[in-house]
C-alpha cells in the first residue's frame, strides 16, 4: 500500500509542476480539498510555464506529453473515448505525438536474442540503430536468413522495464481514480475508475506484441485479395511477447505527394482506393485498422498501399456493420425516413419515441451536409453529427462506432489531402451497395436461417431446464424477491475492493504522507 501511495505522490506532484492541473481547472473547476493538495504537493518546485495562448486541449496535449509514456497514452485513449471528455479536448488530443527517446542497439539485440534464442538469432543479420521511437516500443531494420533467402524485415521491440512502469504508474492512478469519487459525488461522472480500468485493459494488450502480430494476420487474411492493399507478412518463429518482425516496407509515405507523382502513382485512384479499402474492412470483414494516419500508411511503386503498426484495431459485429452501411446508404440517398427506421429496428433508440421527429432530426443533420461542396462533405463529420442527435433521444453510446467515426473522419482527411476534390460518398456508394446486396442475397438468407435452426436445435435438450428457470424467476419477481439490478465488470468490481481496503487508511495518514514526500522529495 505504502509503494502505491508514494508512487501516487510522485505522480501527483508531476501532475501539479506540469502545467495539467491548471489547464484542467481551465476544463472543469476542482473542489477546494484537490486545490489545496496539489498545491501543497507542487511546494518547492516551478510549474512548467506553457503558453497561455494556447487552448485548454493543446496546453493539456503539451503537459500529458511532458509526463512521459504512462500519461501519453492515458490522452491517446482519452481522444478516442468523445463520449466521455467531450468532442473539443478529444480533438486536441488526437495531436498528441508519440515519440521519446530510442535505448540503445546494443540493449536491443540483447532482447531479440533472449526472446527468440539463440538458434534463431543465428538468422538476424545487418540489424540498424533503431529507425523510429515510441513509448512502448522501437523499431529496428535487419536481414533473416530462411534456408538461404535474406529476407528484409523489420523488428519492432518493447522497452525494458515498460510493464513495471506503467503497472506501477496505472496502480497509483487507480487509487486516485477511487479516492476522488468516493469522496466527490460530482466526480462520479467523470467516470474516472472506468477511464484507468479500460486503459490498463488496452496497454496490457498492446504490450504483448503477438496480439498485434494476430491483429496484423488477420487483417493480411481479410485483404489478401483486394488488389492495391498490401499487408506486410508475420514471420512467427522471430516474434514473442517482446519482439515482433514483419515485412520491411519497400514504399513512399503516403504525405509525400510530389513523391507519389514522380513514381507514377494517381493521386485520385489512391485517395478512392484508400476511402474504399478502409470501408471494405469495416462493413465487409468487421475488422478494420484504426489507426490509418499518414505516418502508418505507406505506397509502393505500383500505388499499392502498405499499412503499419497495427496497436489499434476496430471490431463491428454483424448487426453494427449492417447498422453503418444502412445509415451510411441511407443519407446517401437522403432517405432519412429508412435512416430512421435502420435505427428502430436495432433498437437503437426508445420504442414510445416518434419516428417522424426522429427522421425529422436526421434531416437536420443530412441536409445542410449535402448543402455543402463536395470537397467539404465528410461521412465521419456526419456520423459525430448523429451521435449528439442521437444522445438526444436516450440513445446509448456504441463505443466501436466511436472509433470507426474517428477513423472515417482521418481516413478522410489523408484521402482529401492527395486529391481535394474526392467525392466521399461516390467513392463509398459500390462498397455500401454490393455489401448490402450481398447481405440480402439468397444465399446470404439461407446462412442465417440454416445458423439460426442450427442453435435452436443445439438448445433443445436444455428446452426443460430452461423453461423449469424461467417459471422460477417468475415466481420470485411476483414475490418480490428478484434483484434485477445490472452488474458491473466483474473485474472492476475487484479491482475497486482492493482500494476499498485500504482507502481509509490512506485519508487518515494522508497529512502525514504529504510531510514526509516533501522531506525526501
Not at 254 to 278: C, M, P, S, T
Not at 295 to 312: A, E, H, M, R, T
Request: proline share 3%; glycine share 6%.
Amino acid at each position: 500500500m505504502i509503494k502505491r501511495v508514494f508512487k501516487l505522490f510522485q505522480i501527483a506532484r508531476k501532475f501539479s509542476t506540469s502545467g495539467a492541473v491548471d489547464t484542467i481547472k481551465e476544463i472543469h473547476p476542482l473542489p477546494v480539498s484537490l486545490n489545496l493538495f496539489f498545491d501543497l504537493i507542487s511546494i518547492g518546485k516551478n510549474p512548467n510555464l506553457i503558453d497561455k495562448q494556447k487552448s485548454s486541449g493543446e496546453k493539456l496535449c503539451i503537459a500529458l506529453q511532458g509526463m512521459g509514456t504512462t500519461f501519453i497514452k492515458l490522452g491517446q485513449f482519452l481522444a478516442t473515448r468523445p463520449d466521455i471528455i467531450g468532442e473539443e479536448l478529444a480533438k486536441s488530443l488526437e495531436k498528441l505525438q508519440d515519440k521519446v527517446p530510442a535505448f540503445n542497439l546494443h540493449d536491443a539485440k540483447k532482447i531479440i536474442k533472449k526472446e527468440i534464442g539463440e538458434n534463431y538469432f543465428k538468422d538476424i543479420t545487418e540489424i540498424s540503430e533503431p529507425i523510429a521511437a515510441a513509448s512502448i516500443a522501437q523499431v529496428h531494420l535487419a536481414k533473416i536468413n530462411l534456408e538461404g533467402n535474406y529476407k528484409q524485415v523489420a523488428i519492432k521491440i518493447l522497452r525494458p522495464n515498460i510493464e513495471k512502469l506503467f503497472n506501477e504508474e496505472l496502480d497509483a492512478l487507480m487509487l486516485f481514480a477511487y479516492i476522488v469519487e468516493n469522496t466527490f459525488s460530482k466526480a462520479k461522472r467523470l467516470k474516472l475508475i472506468e477511464v484507468v480500468h479500460l486503459l490498463r485493459e488496452i496497454t496490457n494488450i498492446e504490450m504483448d506484441l503477438r496480439f498485434e502480430a494476430a491483429a496484423a494476420n488477420e487483417l493480411y487474411e481479410n485483404t489478401k485479395n483486394d488488389i492495391g492493399f498490401n499487408v506486410p507478412k508475420i514471420y512467427w518463429n522471430y516474434t514473442t511477447k517482446k519482439i515482433l518482425t514483419l515485412d520491411k516496407v519497400d514504399g513512399v509515405s503516403i504525405r509525400e505527394h510530389e513523391k507519389l507523382k514522380d513514381l507514377g502513382v494517381n493521386l485520385k485512384k489512391l485517395a478512392e482506393n484508400l476511402i474504399q479499402f478502409f470501408l471494405k474492412q469495416a462493413v465487409r470483414d468487421g475488422f478494420f485498422h484504426g489507426d490509418m494516419h499518414q505516418g502508418n500508411l505507406f505506397v509502393d511503386s505500383k500505388g499499392n498501399i502498405i499499412p503499419v503498426d497495427f496497436g489499434i484495431m476496430g471490431r463491428l459485429n454483424k448487426d453494427n456493420r449492417k447498422f453503418l452501411a444502412e445509415i451510411l446508404y441511407g443519407f446517401i440517398q437522403r432517405d432519412y425516413i429508412k435512416v430512421a427506421e435502420v435505427h428502430f429496428q436495432a433498437g437503437l433508440v426508445p420504442q414510445d419515441a416518434s419516428k417522424e421527429e426522429f427522421a425529422q432530426a436526421l434531416r437536420s443533420v443530412g441536409e445542410p451536409i449535402f448543402g455543402q461542396s463536395i470537397k467539404d462533405i465528410s461521412g465521419g463529420n456526419l456520423l459525430a453529427q448523429l451521435f449528439e442527435i442521437t444522445e438526444k433521444f436516450n440513445m446509448a453510446t456504441q463505443p466501436p462506432l466511436l472509433l470507426l467515426q474517428k477513423t472515417m473522419v482521418v481516413v478522410e482527411g489523408v484521402a482529401r489531402k492527395l486529391y481535394p476534390e474526392t467525392n466521399i460518398w461516390e467513392v463509398s456508394r459500390p462498397v455500401l451497395e454490393n455489401w448490402l446486396k450481398d447481405l440480402k442475397s439468397p444465399k446470404s438468407t439461407l446462412d442465417t436461417a440454416f445458423s439460426t435452426s442450427s442453435e435452436i436445435i443445439k438448445r433443445i435438450p436444455d428446452l426443460p431446464k430452461i423453461m423449469d428457470r424461467a417459471d422460477y424467476a417468475l415466481k420470485l419477481m411476483s414475490e418480490g424477491k428478484l434483484n434485477l439490478a445490472i452488474g458491473t465488470n466483474k473485474n472492476l468490481e475487484i479491482e475497486q475492493m482492493k482500494l476499498k481496503n485500504f482507502r481509509n487508511n490512506v485519508i487518515i495518514s494522508f497529512f502525514g504522507v504529504v510531510i514526509v514526500f516533501l522531506l525526501v522529495f
